[in-house]
């Protein structure tokens, strides 16, 4: 079979690729191992597709922590506001929640999914499912096929939107690395990132706090006695260590930390909003002297931590504020502001969210995510080493890059 481009994965990516191509007047086909399309983007948001994020670019680069500055010429070509353009052209409905994430207003990721899908078709692109890439065909430094478990295709371009290693139930399973390998690119290690973190403080073995959620926290990832990075937003322990949203943006500062070290201190603030000079002012008010103290914590944390807290400062549940010594007063006031902890591993990638690493972007162009080392060869999503933070800013790198390789890939055309 002949076409002008291949693209290598029906995900978020690849379904963006196809459509960008097909829409310049390529012949496309999109070779798929799975029996259908975007089986990680139906995962996206809690089932609902967090489509991208409305805030400005210099935000989305900044949130897209793993090389998004990369991504600057892509964005200048296709960004957040064009893909909202492009859903609203579909007539997908999308409206915008807390910390500017985007969603389909049917909370369904379906609706996204079967808008890209549709589209596709419309413009004659051809699925192949259950085709599993095996060779990328090239002839001097340019490519000219692509090879499947079934046949193999003539092309005068490829993209390939194999996503990164991690979930690998969702068909993002690394395949697509080994491909890329044998044409003499480099893989940049790949990681665990949005992750949830391993402990084995005493608090967590023992199972004290498991389950228990702390909203709205500030955590910080600790060098020494300098934050590496702070994340103010919720906060879970679990029966292996901790978890929720603040964790997972931490989450890749600590597995990188952890390449080089056994531990990395968490530094959690669970009332970013109250100074020490507030807290310390509001525990010698003349009114709560005769509060239990257990009373007073109740105020500002839930009554599990407010418990815990009390045991680690070893106070009384019973006691009241006014016997309690200066030292554990103090004490309290650091658990409640500077409460630190170690972790010690991670998840493993297929536990993650997001793989850190991939294809070196060194060997990429910038402007058309064409490889330097094979013409016709393109790159687009999670393959390559970009990574974001969980929020719709994964999915709009690969929106972003489908849209931009599909673009300079049809151009390519023979
Ligand atoms: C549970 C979960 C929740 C997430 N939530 C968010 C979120 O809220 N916000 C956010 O920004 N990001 C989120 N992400 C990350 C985001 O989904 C991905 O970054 C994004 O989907 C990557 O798109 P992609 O096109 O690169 O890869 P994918 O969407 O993974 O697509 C890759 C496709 O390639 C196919 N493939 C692979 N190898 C081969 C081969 N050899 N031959 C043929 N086909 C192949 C796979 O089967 C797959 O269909 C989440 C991820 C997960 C797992």
């Not at 409905?93 to 419309?122: M, W």
């Not at 044998?182 to 990132?193: A, E």
């Not at 955590?219 to 006695?225: A, E, G, K």
């Not at 006691?319 to 409640?336: D, P």
Request: positive net charge; proline residues 2%.
């Amino acid at each position: 079979m002949k076409c002008d481009v291949v693209v290598v994965g029906a995900g978020t990516s690849g379904l963006m690729a196809a459509i960008s191509a097909a829409s310049c007047g390529a012949k496309v086909v999109v070779v798929e191992q799975n029996q259908t399309a975007g089986k990680k983007l139906l995962l996206t948001g809690n089932g609902r597709c967090n489509v991208t994020n409305v805030c400005s670019m210099q935000e989305i680069i900044k949130h897209i922590v793993g090389n998004g500055k990369f991504l600057y010429s892509v964005f200048q070509q296709f960004n957040n506001q064009d893909i909202i353009a492009f859903f609203k052209e579909l007539h997908v409905d999308l409206k915008v929640e807390d910390h500017g994430r985007v969603f389909p207003v049917s909370n369904k990721s379906k609706t996204i999914l079967e808008a890209l899908v549709n589209k596709a078709q419309s413009l004659g692109v051809v699925f192949q499912y259950q085709r599993v890439a095996k060779a990328i065909v090239v002839k001097n430094q340019q490519v000219v096929g692509l090879s499947t478990n079934q046949e193999v295709l003539s092309c005068d371009s490829v993209i390939m939107a194999t996503g990164g290693a991690s979930f690998p139930q969702t068909g993002s399973n690394g395949s697509g690395y080994g491909l890329i390998r044998r044409l003499g690119h480099h893989i940049t290690p790949l990681l665990p990132s949005e992750v949830a973190l391993v402990s084995k403080e005493s608090f967590i073995l023992d199972k004290t706090l498991m389950g228990l959620s702390l909203k709205d926290v500030c955590l910080s990832v600790m060098d020494q006695h300098k934050k590496v990075v702070s994340h103010r937003l919720d906060f879970l322990f679990t029966h292996f260590g901790v978890s929720g949203p603040s964790v997972l943006r931490c989450s890749s500062f600590v597995v990188k930390a952890l390449q080089h070290q056994t531990t990395v201190t968490l530094q959690l603030d669970v009332l970013p909003d109250v100074s020490y000079e507030t807290l310390k002012d509001f525990w010698y008010q003349k009114e709560v002297q005769t509060m239990m103290v257990k009373q007073w914590l109740k105020e500002y944390v839930p009554s599990r931590f407010a418990a815990f807290l009390l045991h680690q400062v070893s106070i009384s549940e019973q006691q009241q504020i006014a016997n309690v010594s200066k030292k554990q007063s103090q004490q309290l006031f650091s658990m409640l502001k500077e409460f630190r902890f170690e972790v010690c591993d991670s998840l493993p990638l297929q536990q993650a969210f997001v793989t850190m690493g991939g294809v070196s972007l060194k060997e990429i162009h910038a402007k058309t995510l064409e490889s330097k080392l094979v013409k016709g060869l393109y790159f687009a999503g999670e393959i390559m080493d970009i990574h974001g933070y969980t929020g719709g800013y994964n999915i709009t790198a690969a929106f972003a890059g489908g849209y931009v390789a599909g673009y300079w890939a049809s151009q390519k055309k023979s």
